[in-house]
């Protein structure tokens, strides 16, 4: 028998089948799971909260590439005890009612989900030291609209500047505000986040983490200063962290996530359509607008600029609102 090679040899080949488990649509239905809540997250280890218990866990396989995030509210399974050394496995995630995003910058196809489940975002920012930036505030503003979550803007170190520059840019869009002074009283910030998931966002050196530790005294989150060259701040916060805020009794007042001092807030996620929707009275005036109307200023038809003629129209209002349209586009530097 010849050891060559025909080119007819492969009619008669069969390649070995594989044996592998056969395919099932039956999935665990984890009955003994429990529900908890992630407080942060480093390096693929999830710390999480299961009735007051500290936990670690793991994402299970059958999850995927799916993202986990601070806020999330999963079921777990395993070992929950939280005891040293022990690990869980997070084997489903359950809906979000928000979701925080942004793009690492405007050109960035890729959203970044930094938060879930939170229901206001305080955007903090200090008066002076370093100074304001506007744009970078316009943008967490038009985040926080179109993620359904209610803004408030915490002004910090009122005892350098006058805060009422910058709240007369913002009162025409109906955004809450609270002024604080460093070493001054915070009752009025408690009462605002009473009752409720926020999360805090802002540049590096405005004070959050200052803010943080004298909302949680147990919080021990670091403090950085602010480069007297360059006027920014240094990052002290590597990661988001969930924290309960202390009530009159053992149960939490609310909840506060912590975030790192963020430079940009790309939008690349949002249109025109996105924004004007966080806004009814504006949008009612927009129903005759042409199609794919940006409702910009430029705009040679929009629906706006004819309620603003009719009196039917804040003009201060709707400025505000073409300008939270532009930071879209602008930098955020």
């Known amino acids: 028998m010849s050891g060559r090679y025909s080119e007819h040899d492969h009619e008669h080949y069969e390649r070995p089948r594989r044996h592998t488990r056969p395919r099932t649509k039956d999935r665990p239905t984890y009955d003994d799971a429990v529900d908890g809540v992630v407080v942060t997250v480093d390096r693929g280890r999830f710390t999480l909260l299961i009735d007051g218990t500290t936990v670690m866990a793991m994402k299970a396989r059958p999850l995927g590439r799916k993202g986990v995030v601070v806020g999330d509210r999963v079921r777990v399974v395993g070992d929950t005890s939280g005891a040293e050394g022990s690990l869980a496995r ?48 316009d943008r967490a503003l038009v985040a926080a609209y179109v993620a359904g979550m209610q803004p ?39 009462e605002l986040l009473r009752g409720r998931t926020s999360v805090l966002v802002g540049s590096s050196g405005v004070g959050k983490s200052t803010l943080v530790n004298a909302l949680v005294p147990t919080a021990h989150r670091d403090v950085g200063i602010v480069n007297a060259v360059t006027g920014r701040g240094r990052h002290t916060s590597t990661s988001a962290f969930m924290l309960a805020l202390p009530g009159p009794s053992s149960s939490p007042d609310g909840w506060i996530i912590d975030t790192p001092g963020i430079r940009s807030f790309g939008l690349a996620h949002v249109q025109p359509e996105d924004l004007i929707g966080a806004f009814p009275d504006l949008d009612e005036m927009t129903e005759e607008c042409p199609r794919g109307c940006t ?31 532009a930071a879209r586009s602008e930098p955020a530097y």
Do not use: M
Request: glycine letters at 6%; hydrophobic letters at 35%; a negative charge.
């Open 90 to 137: 997070i084997v489903e995630v359950t809906p979000r009612t928000t979701t925080l995003r942004r793009t690492a910058d405007d050109d960035d196809p890729v959203e970044r989900v930094i938060v879930s489940n939170a229901e206001q975002l305080v955007v903090v920012t200090a008066l002076a030291d370093p100074d304001p930036q506007p744009r970078l505030i």
């Open 152 to 190: 408030l803007l915490c002004l910090t170190k009122s005892d350098l500047a006058d805060p009422e520059t910058l709240l007369s840019t913002y009162r025409s869009l109906g955004v809450p505000w609270v002024v604080t002074r460093r070493g001054g009283d915070l009752s009025e910030v408690r």
């Open 295 to 325: 409702h910009g200023t430029d705009e040679p038809e929009c629906g706006l600029d004819d309620a603003i003629e009719a009196g039917h129209a804040d003009p201060e209002r709707v400025a505000s609102f073409r300008r939270l349209l």
